[in-house]
T-cell receptor, first 111, second 111 residues
Framework: DAGVTQSPTHLIKTRGQQVTLRCSPK?????VSWYQQALGQGPQFIFQ???????QRGNFPDRFSGHQFPNYSSELNVNALLLGDSALYLC??????????FGPGTRLTVT | QKEVEQDPGPLSVPEGAIVSLNCTYS??????FMWYRQYSRKGPELLMY????GNKEDGRFTAQVDKSSKYISLFIRDSQPSDSATYLC???????????FGKGNQVVVIP
């Protein structure tokens, strides 16, 4: 049984560019949450998707947007990248209300 | 005051010692408490998941929750070099899937 998968593994972008990160949830899971983890910090909640809709959102600007597809996979989009967006982006999947299991993350570097 | 406080100071212990980690929190709505282990440049791995106050044991790991003091702990018995990692506490409220994390504790077990 494949766990949570994310792509790409690493990404380097320039300030002002846009990026799309992808996540496939663990088999049987219907909910996907995205977190941002800066170096030396704990993950910060960005938003959560369930039934293809954004169910909850953390304290992140509108430059951060997402999508969930009918097969429960999800994308995180970040527009107008800033240097401060450099971080490890983590996707977690769960059944709604249940334990969250994390993927390996996508390391984004903005130069 | 942050929702979840976790002293991020690195912790070095000799192999076989007991590792003791803890977090405090301010949000009395938190009902679910988790400990994740994160190896360098990897995604967090769920170690322990507990609901409300009490103890939970799983092999060499014991999680304790004291809701009256808003204090949770993780103990690792007979620590091994493979336990060297960052340990993150996380918690969430009933009906709210957003995980609030501590900053993480880096643990080094010296052979």
């Amino acid at each position: 049984d494949a766990g949570v998968t994310q792509s790409p593994t690493h990404l380097i972008k320039t300030r002002g560019q846009q990026v799309t990160l992808r996540c496939s949830p663990k088999s049987g899971h219907d909910t996907v949450s995205w977190y941002q983890q800066a170096l030396g910090q704990g993950p910060q909640f960005i938003f959560q998707y369930y039934e293809e809709e954004e169910r909850q959102r953390g304290n992140f600007p509108d430059r951060f947007s997402g999508h969930q597809f009918p097969n429960y996979s999800s994308e995180l989009n970040v527009n107008a990248l800033l240097l401060g967006d450099s971080a490890l982006y983590l996707c977690a999947s769960s059944l709604l209300g249940d334990e969250q299991y994390f993927g390996p993350g996508t390391r984004l570097t903005v130069t | 005051q942050k929702e979840v406080e976790q002293d991020p100071g690195p912790l070095s212990v000799p192999e076989g010692a007991i590792v003791s980690l803890n977090c405090t929190y301010s949000n009395s709505a938190f009902q679910y408490f988790m400990w994740y282990r994160q190896y360098s440049r990897k995604g967090p791995e769920l170690l322990m998941y507990t609901y409300s106050s009490g103890n939970k044991e799983d092999g060499r790991f014991t999680a304790q929750v004291d809701k009256s003091s808003k204090y949770i702990s993780l103990f690792i018995r007979d620590s091994q070099p493979s336990d060297s990692a960052t340990y993150l506490c996380a918690m969430s409220a009933f009906g709210n899937n957003r995980l609030a994390f501590g900053k993480g504790n880096q643990v080094v077990v010296i052979p």
